[in-house]
């Protein structure tokens, strides 16, 4: 069965990094585009950013633009998110998602907070 297994969140300080992964499986990874979600208490889920199935092709929200980075290694069916100069805004559960269809991981929490 569709698996992905989401990684990495934590509770950082304002301005520092940190790294999620999602680990995909039952699933052809390779052939799908990917995409990050995240929820903030008392908001509603949105976009944080997508690629396509080669990951050469990217979009961001324009609030995480020049901050986030996403990938994906397909050789490792895995994606990323890296995300740099957290802010407290960021604060929210991230869930990685086939982009197409209605496959959704866990979520991993992030914390951003002095």
């Known amino acids: 069965q569709v698996q992905l297994v989401e990684s990495g969140g934590g509770l950082v300080q304002p301005g520092e990094s940190l790294r999620l992964s999602c680990a995909a499986s039952g699933f052809t990874f390779s052939a799908y585009a990917m995409c990050w979600y995240r929820q903030a208490p008392g908001k509603e889920r949105e976009l944080v950013a997508n690629l396509n199935s080669a990951g050469g092709s990217t979009n961001y929200a324009d609030s995480v633009k020049g901050r986030f980075t996403i990938s994906r290694d397909n050789a490792k069916n895995t994606m990323y998110l890296q995300m740099n100069s957290l802010a407290p805004e960021d604060t929210a559960v991230y869930y990685c998602?086939?982009?197409?269809?209605?496959?959704w991981g866990q979520g991993t929490q992030v914390t951003v907070s002095s």
């Open positions: 998602k086939v982009f197409a269809k209605n496959w």
